[in-house]
C-alpha cells in the first residue's frame, strides 16, 4: 500500500507517517525543505523516540520524498496512491492544493480509484478546507467526476510534539500517546485500515473534546507559566497551585462538553488527567513560549479559549476560570513572538477595551466583556512587577 503524506515535518515524520509505516504503507512525502528530501531518499528510513522511560527507538522504513516544487513526481505518486495525508499547518493547505489538483486530475484520466485525502491539521474541517482549496484549481467537468472519486474526511489528531533540535534531521521525538480518529461516514469505498485510528459517525463530540481539553489546557498551562516565569509546560505542572488552576479550567470546559455531548462524566474526568499528566512528562521539555505562541489566533471568537467560555455561559456554567485565562493570554508578552508583539502594541495604542472586542468578538455589550477586563486587571496587579516582554 502506497500513502503520500504532505509535510515531513516532526507531526508527519514523527505522527502520520509512523502509524501509516506501521500500518504496512509505504509513505511517499512531499515537502519544501530540501536537506529532508535528500535524507529521506538516501537512507529510505528514519528514527522516531518516544518521550518514555526504557522505550526503544522506533525505525520507520520504505520512505522517500519529493518537493512539492516537483509537479510532475506528485502528480505521477498521486495516481496510485492508496491514500493522501498532509500535517502542514491550516495556513498551507492553499499552498499545497495546486498540486494536489494536478494529481487528482492525472488519476482520475489514467486510474480513476476511490482516494481520500485526510487533512491531519490542527484546525477543525481542515479536510474540508483543503477540498475547497484543491477544487478552485480544478475545472468545473473534472469537480463533478472527482465527487464520484475523492473524499475528504475530516479528521482529530492528538499527540504532543516540542520542538527538537537533533543531529540526525529526521530523528523526532514525540509523546508515547497518540489519538487519531477520521469521520468514517465521509470515506469513500472502504475505511483505510490504519493502526490506531478511530473511525466514527459524528466527528463533532471528538473535535471539541480534543480542543477544548487538550489544546485549552496547553493554553492555560502556557500563560499562567509564562507569568510565573517558568520555562517548560512540565515545571508549571510541577507548581501544584497552577496544577489545580489547569485542571479548573478543564472542568469547565468539561462541564460543557459533558452536558453539550452527554459524555460519560467519570470517563471524562479520567481523560482530563491523564492530559494534564501528559503535560507533565519531563522527557518532553515542551517550552511555555512555544505553546502560548500566535495569541491572537488562540483569542480568536471561534477558537479554544473565546469559544468554550461563550458557549459555557451561554448555558448557564461556570466560566471564571476561562476567562482569567484570556485574561492572561492577553498578556503574553513575549517579543520573538510576532502576534504576541502585535497584540501588545494594540493594547498600548488602542486601549485594552477596544482590543477585547476586536479580538475576541465578546461585544462591550456582553457580560463577560467586564468580567474579562476586571480578570485582567487582578492579573496586572498581581504581576505588575514582572519585566515586560521578559523573555524564558
Known amino acids: 500500500m502506497n500513502a503520500v503524506h504532505f509535510g515531513a515535518g516532526n507531526i508527519g515524520r514523527g505522527f502520520i507517517g509512523l502509524l501509516l509505516s506501521q500500518s504496512g504503507y509505504d509513505v511517499f512525502f512531499v515537502t519544501r525543505n530540501p536537506h529532508k528530501i535528500a535524507q529521506l531518499r538516501h537512507h529510505r528510513h528514519y528514527r522516531v523516540n518516544l518521550a518514555k522511560e526504557g522505550a526503544q527507538p522506533i525505525t520507520v522504513r520504505n520512505v522517500n520524498a519529493a518537493s512539492i516544487e516537483d509537479f510532475d513526481e506528485v502528480a505521477r505518486v498521486l495516481t496510485t496512491a492508496d491514500l493522501v495525508t ?72 492528538d499527540r504532543i510534539v516540542p520542538l527538537q533540535t537533533h543531529q540526525d534531521i529526521l530523528a523526532v521525538t514525540v509523546e508515547p500517546f497518540a489519538e487519531w480518529i477520521i469521520d468514517g461516514s465521509a470515506v469513500i469505498g472502504d475505511k483505510p485500515k490504519i493502526q490506531g485510528v478511530t473511525y466514527v459517525d459524528r466527528l463533532t463530540p471528538y473535535v471539541e473534546r480534543k480542543l477544548y481539553t487538550l489544546n485549552t489546557g496547553h493554553c492555560a498551562a502556557a500563560y499562567y507559566g509564562y507569568l510565573e516565569g517558568y520555562q517548560t509546560i512540565h515545571e508549571v505542572l510541577q507548581d501544584a497551585s497552577l496544577r489545580n488552576q489547569i485542571e479548573a479550567v478543564l472542568t469547565e470546559t468539561g462541564d460543557l462538553l459533558i452536558q453539550k455531548h452527554h ?92 482590543v477585547v472586542v476586536a479580538v475576541t468578538g465578546i461585544d462591550a455589550s456582553h457580560p463577560l466583556y467586564a468580567k474579562v477586563l476586571e480578570a485582567y486587571q487582578q492579573l496586572d496587579s498581581k504581576y505588575h512587577d514582572r519585566p515586560i516582554g521578559a523573555e524564558l
Not at 119 to 138: F, R, T
Not at 340 to 353: F, H, M, N, P, T
Open 86 to 157: 498532509t500535517a502542514v499547518g491550516v495556513p498551507a493547505l492553499k499552498s499545497i492544493a495546486k498540486s494536489i489538483a494536478r494529481g487528482i486530475i492525472r488519476r482520475l484520466r489514467l486510474n480513476p480509484q476511490p482516494l481520500n485525502i485526510i487533512a491531519c491539521e490542527n484546525a477543525i474541517g481542515a479536510s474540508s478546507q483543503l477540498k475547497k482549496w484543491v477544487y478552485s484549481h480544478l475545472p468545473e467537468e473534472t469537480q463533478a467526476l472527482a465527487d464520484r472519486y475523492i473524499a475528504f474526511p475530516n479528521t482529530v489528531v
Open 263 to 354: 459524555l460519560d462524566k467519570e470517563l471524562h474526568r479520567i481523560y482530563i488527567q491523564k492530559t494534564l499528566d501528559r503535560f507533565a512528562n519531563v522527557r518532553l521539555n515542551d517550552a511555555v513560549v512555544r505553546v502560548g505562541r500566535s495569541p491572537l489566533r488562540k483569542l480568536s471568537p471561534k477558537d479554544r479559549l473565546v469559544n468554550p467560555t461563550l458557549q459555557a455561559y451561554a448555558m448557564g456554567l461556570e466560566v471564571s476560570h476561562l476567562v482569567s485565562v484570556i485574561a492572561a493570554a492577553l498578556m503574553f508578552d513575549v517579543s520573538t513572538d510576532k502576534e504576541a508583539v502585535r497584540l501588545q502594541s494594540r493594547i498600548r495604542d488602542q486601549g485594552l477595551e477596544q
